[in-house]
């Protein structure tokens, strides 16, 4: 691969041997004119030739002389036959996962010859390198070929190219009516300009992608996730043990090695910022580690929940997701370093353990309220009943994770709610999961959804149908267990509109990581659940977006296209505003104001698949 796209630097025109000659003004306008064309349809076919993996209509691009030049990161490299001998044979996974190539620039030099020079991506094995290529066309006996290429990668902190996305319906976030035939301009990796294309000046010199008949949106924004989890059984070894098979350590350490396999499911389901509201320290570097990349959401972390219990399968002997609220001394000094080591938000499992202990449970939560608001981080609760989602409002919580489960809100809470500022993140369908694992059973969702994730996710999941135990639900039970749920659903879906009506921004949140809640497209029965419940396509849209954003801390630069926010946007084919559910034909990501074709984002097995 390095044969193919180097990194390099480069070389002098006077090696090709190639002259310029000399035209009179007459003759080179339409020589110029005609050597561009000619120079740039061998440029596409170049690089068609590489995402096609064809091998024969690669090497004839080049001229097939010792005067072919290529820049590397040794130096100058001349031939053909060396060329020849290094590229993959058609369909060889030698060739690169995907190579998008944008703002070519052309120059012509004289009589048969270009040269150009264009910004690449190329995405090898899932990293992604990003820089900018040469090249230099020149016309022989043989026609127009190759003679010089060179590439070298971008230096760490130089944004992308700037680029204007034209004619889409535009839903910038805001939840107003949709923008036609809209323009966006991006610069530095954030919006320069959003609007109405007869009000949007597009810069002279910049690439234009023309989006006629497709609508963009804001990217998605997760407020529930948890990196500490793996999306199946080994990272919850109390819901189903698979220790035996995988090692609990093991599945950690490997979330922790591997949290690209995460990031990329994300993104290819146009999920372009997460909030992980609880997992080991480790996870609260993945903010600095993503805030500027293309290839990852930005990650914002709480760091280890502070719990009313803890449970011994998921800690490790030398560290722990978990702080027992025991006294009030713990949990202030818990929050003091979780302040000092960098959180983003204070996190609270409040887990009824016994009735008699909630008064004291719930002083506790309130003491972290306290803390929390000293040290100016905020409060996020998971809490599924009403007294204690109460008790998590009056301790200043700013996000409630999950629903009131057991019963209808009533008047005082929700205006407590209101009153306080609280954001609710109903988290409507992350218990089918538990209940498709007790079953053994993948359902045609969740098959559909492994096309987007990393191959080991993949195998575990299809594990599911065949791991062997005695945890198995019998047929009765899973019938008793999927009327229950129903039930369980019609209270959150209810609790939900009386919180939406009401004026409580309502946010997306899957808990993703949980088993069978898989990171990335779990996000879509979210959405489609959450308008089942009664909210308009596009009030899921600012549930996803504006208000996502504000749950996490961020929406003072993510959740809304508009001048100076971050470039974080999703292209879908089909009007997200007319049913959520086209959420799921996305076409195009940006973040960050790079823009890639989700297929290039995709594993490999599925990327003809969408």
Not at 359 to 364: M, T, V
């Amino acid at each position: 691969m390095a044969r193919l796209i180097a990194i390099a630097i480069a070389s002098s025109l006077l090696f090709l041997g190639v002259a310029v000659s000399a035209v009179s003004a007459a003759q080179g306008v339409s020589a110029e004119a005609a050597d561009l064309q000619a120079a740039r349809a061998l440029f596409e076919k170049n690089i068609r030739a590489i995402q096609e993996r064809n091998r024969d209509d690669y090497l004839s691009c080049y001229r097939a002389s010792e005067r072919l030049a290529r820049g590397g990161a040794t130096g100058i490299t001349t031939g053909f036959d060396d060329l020849a001998t290094n590229t993959p044979h058609n369909g060889s996974d030698r060739w690169p996962q995907a190579l998008i190539a944008r703002d070519l620039q052309l120059a012509w030099l004289g009589s048969g010859l270009v040269y150009g020079t264009y910004r690449y991506r190329v995405i090898v094995d899932g990293a992604a390198t990003d820089g900018l290529s040469e090249r230099v066309f020149a016309k022989d006996s043989d026609g127009w070929r190759i003679a010089l290429s060179t590439a070298f990668a971008s230096p760490p902190g130089v944004n992308a190219a700037s680029i204007a996305l034209v004619g889409a319906t535009l839903y910038d976030g805001r939840g107003g009516e949709p923008i036609l035939n809209a323009t966006i301009v991006v610069t530095d990796g954030k919006i320069a300009a959003a609007g109405p294309s007869s009000k949007v000046v597009v810069p002279d010199g910049i690439e234009v992608v023309d989006l006629s008949g497709q609508f963009v949106t804001p990217g998605l924004i997760d407020t529930h996730v948890h990196y500490s989890q793996t999306g199946w059984a080994d990272g919850r070894p109390d819901a189903l043990d698979a220790r035996e098979q995988y090692p609990y350590p093991k599945s950690m350490a490997d979330c922790r090695e591997h949290p690209e396999r995460f990031h990329r499911a994300f993104l290819a389901c146009g999920v372009t910022a997460v909030f992980d509201v609880g997992g080991y320290p480790w996870t609260r570097g993945l903010r600095a580690a993503t805030e500027e990349s293309p290839d990852a959401p930005h990650v914002s972390a709480t760091g280890a929940l502070l719990s009313t219990r803890v449970p011994a399968a998921l800690t490790l002997p030398d560290q722990s997701q978990f702080v027992l609220m025991d006294t009030e001394a713990t949990v202030r000094a818990a929050v003091q370093s979780h302040a000092a080591q960098g959180s983003d938000a204070i996190k609270v499992w409040f887990v009824l353990t016994d009735p008699a202990k909630f008064e004291e449970q719930a002083r506790l939560v309130k003491v972290a309220g306290e803390a929390a608001k000293e040290v100016g981080l905020p409060l996020v609760v998971h809490a599924t009943n009403l007294e204690a989602a109460r008790a998590a409002v009056r301790a200043g919580a700013h996000l409630l994770v999950h629903s009131v489960q057991d019963r209808p809100v009533d008047a005082e809470f929700v205006e407590a709610c209101v009153a306080s500022g609280v954001h609710y993140c109903p988290t409507l369908t992350v218990a089918d999961g538990y209940r498709h694992l007790g079953a053994r059973k993948l359902t045609a969702e969740l098959r559909r959804q492994l096309a987007f994730v990393d191959a080991s996710v993949r195998a575990r999941a299809l594990a599911t149908e065949t791991w062997p135990g005695d945890r198995r639900m019998s047929p009765a039970y899973q019938e008793r267990a999927g009327a229950r749920a129903a039930q369980r659903l019609r209270v959150m879906s209810e609790n939900l509109m009386t919180m939406h009506r009401a004026g409580v921004p309502v946010v997306l949140g899957t808990d993703a990581g949980n088993p069978l809640t898989l990171h990335g497209p779990s996000v879509f029965p979210e959405l489609e659940t959450m308008q089942a419940a009664g909210l308009t396509p596009g009030e899921v849209l600012v549930a996803a977006t504006r208000h996502a954003a504000r749950a996490m801390g961020r929406g003072e630069d993510l959740g809304v296209i508009a001048k100076g926010r971050i470039a974080d946007l999703v292209v879908v084919s089909s009007d997200p505003g007319a049913d959520i559910a086209n959420m799921r034909r996305i076409t195009h990501i940006m973040r960050a104001g790079v823009l890639q074709e989700r297929s290039h984002m995709l594993p490999r097995v599925a990327a003809e698949r969408f």
